[in-house]
C-alpha cells in the first residue's frame, strides 16, 4: 500500500460465504488486493473466507464490487458481509494459513473436469506434467478427496504427498494458477498410475498410456480406477468386448456409458443441440442421453434410440484417446450390478479381475466414491437422473433453518439429505439399499457427511415404508423421528429446488411408495397448502397387483390384471400375442391372485400402467433392468401422432378406456409406435385435464411435476408445455433428481417447516 495518508486509510472486515474454497479464491483476492493497492490479509476458514482490508475508501469500494463481479471460474458467492474494523497499519497484503474457528462450514466444490489450460501443460510441459493427475484452482478432484474442513492439503487424500520443489513455487506462488490448489502435484511428486498387466507391472505415463489402449484396441477389457471409483472399459464398437463386461457384471441389459474424446467426435454418433452441448462441455461432465445417429457396437444400448454420452473429463482419459486407435470407449461403473462402486484397489484386483484382463491403479485413495451423473436435456434444461459426480455435494439453499436435520431417503436411487444452517446438503448417488454392501455405505457415507459438514443430528426424516432400510436406519438412530409420505416427499422436493412455498397443485407419478391407508400409491395428484399440508385430489384407480413386487419385473403380470379389470375373465380369448408367450397355468393363477386377494396388494402406480401397456403390446413382458418396460415404451414414440386414448377423472382417474383403445388397436393392427405414442398423449392430457379441475376448485394456478415419470422426456416435455399454454406456473426439476434421488430433499424440507411450525 503505498502514499496514502494515515487519516484516509479506511479498514474493513470483509466475510464472504458460498463455494470459496478450493476454487482459486485466495490467490484471486491477493491479486485485487495488489491491483486497487490495499493491504491486509486473507484467510480461509472452516465457515467462510475472511477478509481484512485497509486502504482508501474509493479502493475499498472496488474492490468489493470487483469481488462480487468477477469471481474465479468455480466460485460461487452467496453472501459478502463488510463489517467496518480498526486500521492496524498492515504494510501489505498475505495470505494467512487457514483457521478452524465454528461450526459453521463453508461449501465443499464437487469434483470438476480438468481445464483446457491444465491439458494445454501436458502437451508444453511434457518432462513434468504429462501426468494423469495434472490440475489447477479452476479444475480437477475436490469433494471425492476431502476429508475436513477447512479444505487443506493436510485434510485431503494428498496429505501423504509431499510436493517436488517445483510443485511447491507453483503453490506458494500467488500468481499462478495452482497457487493453493490443494491436489496440486506433478510426475515427480503425485500419485502414480501402475498397470497391472499378466503379472507384470507397468509404470511411466506415457508407458502406461500406450499399453492400455494398445489392450483396448485388440479387444481387451481395462479396469481403470477413475475420480470417484473404477470404470470397466472397453471399445465401443467391439462387441465381444461389451458382451463380456455384460456377462461379467451380471447385466442383461440395461444400456452402458460412452466416453468420447470431444463434442466433435460426438456428433458423429448423436445428435446433439445447443443446450446439450453446453450441458456436456459444462465442468460437470454428465453423462448425457441423447438420441443416436449413427451405432456403435449394437450390444452397447439394446433396442433403445437414446446412448450415454459424456466428453472426456480427466488429463487420463485425453492421453488414452491421444494414443488410442479408437473414438469411443464403454465406461461402465466398476462394480457388479447393485453393488457399489469400487474404490480400493486390492477389491478391484479381486472382483475386477474377473472381468477385465488388466487394472490400472493409482496409489491414492479416494475417500468420498462418486458414480458419474446422468440427465438428459428437456426444454433446454438439465434433467438430473443420477445425481453424483460434478453436482455433489452442491446444496440446495433454503429461507429457513434446516440445522440437524437428516433426510434418510428412499429405498432405490438412495440419495440421503443433511440440514446445515439453511442449506440442504445432498449426497452423492448411493444407490438401492436392497444391497447389505449399499446400506453399510449408506451408514458410512452418513457419517462422513455429518463430520465433514460438522452436522449434529437431532431429527430423522423418513419415508412412511416400514422395511425400508432408509427406515430402520432412522429408527435405529435413538434420535426423534418423522415419518413422511413418499409422495408427499417427491413434491416437496420439487418446491424446494424451484423456492416455491405457496399453495400448489402437485403431479406425483412414478413406481411406488406407501400410501396413508396403506396401498401402494403413485399416480397421485395432490392439493399442498404450506409445503407441509397435502390432500390427495385425485389419483389413478387402484388395481390389484399379483405377486406383490415381482410385478414391476414382469409387466405381464400387470399386463394381465388390467384386462381383467377392463374385460373380465373373458380377456383371454382376446387375440393379443403377449398372451401367447404366457403359460395358461402362469395367467389362471394370476387371476386366482386377484380373486383370493392374496400376494395382490392394490396399487395406484402409473409406473405399472406404463408397464401394462408395454406388454400388452408385447413390447417388454420380462424387465432386465428398472423401469426397462416404460423406456422401452417410450423409445418408440412417434412425436406426429396426436391422438389419444379415453379415461374418466371424477376422483378417481379411470384407465380402463385406455386399455380398451389400445386392445382395440391392437386388434386393428395399429402399429407398436402409435399406440405408445396414443398412451403418452392421454397420460399428458390426464396430467392436464386433472390440473384445471383442480383450478377450478381451488384457485390454485401452480403445479409441480414430480416422480420417476417425469425422467420420460416425451410426458414432461409436452406436461410442461401444456401446462404453461393454458396459463399454469409449473415447476419442474433440473439439479435434483425427479425420481427417488430427490426424495430425502422433500423429506427433510418437510421435517423442518414441521418443525417451525411446532408440529414436531
Known amino acids: 500500500m503505498k502514499n496514502i495518508p494515515s487519516k484516509e486509510l479506511k479498514a474493513v472486515k470483509i466475510y464472504i460465504d458460498g463455494l470459496v474454497q478450493g476454487v482459486g479464491f485466495r490467490p484471486f483476492i491477493f491479486r485485487l488486493a495488489k491491483q486497487f493497492n490495499l493491504a491486509g490479509l486473507v484467510e480461509n476458514r472452516n465457515d467462510c473466507v475472511r477478509i481484512k482490508i485497509e486502504g482508501s475508501s474509493a479502493a475499498i469500494d472496488d474492490f468489493v464490487s470487483a469481488i462480487k463481479n468477477d469471481p474465479p471460474a468455480l466460485a460461487r458467492i452467496e453472501s459478502v458481509v463488510c463489517k467496518q474494523a480498526e486500521v492496524e497499519g498492515f504494510c501489505d497484503f498475505s495470505i494467512s494459513v487457514n483457521n478452524n474457528v465454528t461450526d459453521k462450514v463453508t461449501l465443499v466444490s464437487p469434483d470438476v473436469a480438468v481445464c483446457n489450460a491444465c491439458l494445454k501443460d501436458i ?48 503453490y506458494d506462488d ?126 452397447i444400448c439394446v433396442g433403445l434410440n437414446r446412448l450415454g454420452v459424456m466428453i472426456a473429463y480427466t488429463p487420463l482419459h485425453y492421453m488414452l484417446f491421444e494414443h488410442g486407435e479408437f473414438d469411443a470407449l464403454v465406461f461402465t461403473s466398476g462394480n457388479a450390478t447393485d453393488s457399489p462402486i469400487i474404490i480400493d484397489n486390492d477389491r478391484a484386483e479381486k472382483e475386477l479381475g474377473k472381468i477385465a484382463d488388466a487394472l490400472l491403479i493409482y496409489n491414492r485413495e479416494i475417500y468420498n466414491r462418486c458414480d458419474d451423473s446422468v440427465g438428459v436435456v428437456v426444454n433446454s434444461k438439465i434433467r438430473v437422473i443420477r445425481r453424483s459426480r460434478g453436482f455433489a455435494p452442491d446444496p440446495v439453499n433454503l429461507d429457513f433453518d434446516v440445522e440437524g436435520i437428516i433426510g434418510a431417503g428412499a429405498e432405490l436411487k438412495n440419495c440421503f439429505c443433511v440440514g446445515k444452517g439453511n442449506r440442504a ?86 413406481g411406488a411408495g406407501f400410501g396413508d391407508d396403506g396401498n401402494i400409491w403413485g399416480g397421485e395428484i395432490f392439493i399442498i397448502n404450506d409445503v407441509i399440508n397435502y390432500r390427495r385430489y385425485a389419483h389413478l384407480d387402484y388395481l390389484p397387483l399379483p405377486g406383490g413386487d415381482k410385478a414391476a419385473k414382469e409387466p405381464w403380470r400387470i399386463a394381465v390384471s388390467y384386462l381383467y379389470k377392463t374385460f373380465g375373465k373373458g380377456f383371454v380369448e382376446i387375440d393379443l400375442p403377449f398372451l401367447k408367450e404366457v403359460s395358461e397355468g402362469d395367467i389362471n393363477m394370476m387371476v386366482s391372485l386377484i380373486d383370493q386377494q392374496i400376494n395382490a396388494p392394490l396399487t395406484s402406480s402409473m409406473g405399472r400402467l406404463f408397464d401394462a401397456v408395454s406388454a400388452i403390446i408385447n413390447l417388454c413382458l420380462f424387465s432386465t433392468f428398472e423401469a426397462e418396460a416404460p423406456m422401452r415404451l417410450e423409445n418408440i414414440v412417434d412425436e406426429k401422432v396426436k391422438e389419444r386414448y379415453e379415461y374418466g377423472i371424477d376422483g378417481a382417474i379411470d384407465a380402463t378406456g385406455i386399455i380398451k383403445g ?76 425427479a425420481n427417488d434421488g430427490g426424495v430425502a430433499l422433500g423429506q427433510l424440507v418437510i421435517a423442518a417447516k414441521k418443525r417451525r411450525s411446532k408440529c414436531v
Open 123 to 170: 502437451k508444453t510441459q511434457p518432462d513434468r506434467l504429462y501426468y494423469p493427475f495434472v490440475n489447477c484452482v479452476d479444475c480437477g478432484p475436490r469433494f471425492s478427496l476431502i476429508r475436513l474442513l477447512p479444505y487443506h492439503r493436510a485434510n485431503t487424500c494428498m496429505d501423504k504427498f509431499k510436493m517436488c520443489e517445483n510443485c511447491q513455487a507453483e
Open 174 to 299: 500467488p500468481e499462478n494458477r495452482r497457487f493453493d490448489a490443494q491436489p496440486n502435484a506433478c510426475s515427480i511428486c503425485g500419485p502414480q498410475y501402475t498397470l497391472v498387466f499378466n503379472d507384470s507391472l507397468i509404470t511411466g505415463s506415457k508407458e502406461i498410456t500406450g499399453k492400455t489402449c494398445g489392450l483396448i484396441k485388440a479387444g481387451k477389457i481395462a479396469a481403470i480406477k477413475g475420480v470417484g471409483g473404477f470404470h470397466l472399459v472397453c471399445d465401443a464398437r467391439n462387441y465381444d468386448a461389451v458382451k463380456r463386461i455384460r456377462a461379467g457384471k451380471n447385466r442383461e441389459g440395461k444400456p452402458f456409458a460412452v466416453l468420447m474424446p470431444n463434442i466433435e467426435t460426438a456428433k458423429k454418433y448423436v445428435y446433439i443441440n445447443e443446450s446439450e452441448e453446453e450441458v456436456l462441455m459444462s465442468r460437470r461432465r454428465p453423462i448425457l442421453l441423447l438420441k443416436i445417429k449413427e451405432n456403435l457396437a449394437p450390444n
Open 425 to 510: 446438503i445432498l449426497s452423492q448417488h448411493i444407490g438401492d439399499l436392497k444391497n447389505i454392501e449399499i446400506f453399510n455405505l449408506y451408514n458410512e457415507s452418513i457419517e462422513r457427511f455429518s463430520s465433514l459438514f460438522k452436522v449434529k443430528p437431532k431429527l430423522i426424516a423418513r419415508d412412511m415404508h416400514p422395511d425400508y432400510l432408509s427406515t430402520k436406519y432412522a429408527n435405529d438412530s435413538g434420535l426423534e423421528t418423522i415419518a413422511v409420505q413418499h409422495h408427499h416427499a417427491h413434491i416437496a422436493s420439487c418446491m424446494a429446488e424451484n423456492e416455491y412455498y405457496s399453495d400448489l397443485i402437485g403431479v406425483c407419478f412414478d
Open 662 to 737: 389400445v386392445v382395440n388397436d391392437m386388434a386393428d393392427r395399429v402399429s407398436a409406435p402409435i399406440i405408445s405414442t396414443k398412451f403418452h398423449n392421454s397420460v399428458v392430457s390426464i396430467i392436464l385435464d386433472a390440473s384445471i379441475k383442480a383450478r377450478l376448485e381451488t384457485g390454485i394456478n401452480a403445479v409441480a411435476l414430480s416422480g420417476g415419470l417425469f425422467q420420460n422426456s416425451y410426458i414432461l416435455e409436452k406436461s410442461e408445455n401444456a401446462l404453461k399454454q393454458n396459463g399454469f406456473k409449473v415447476y419442474t426439476h433440473s439439479n435434483v433428481p
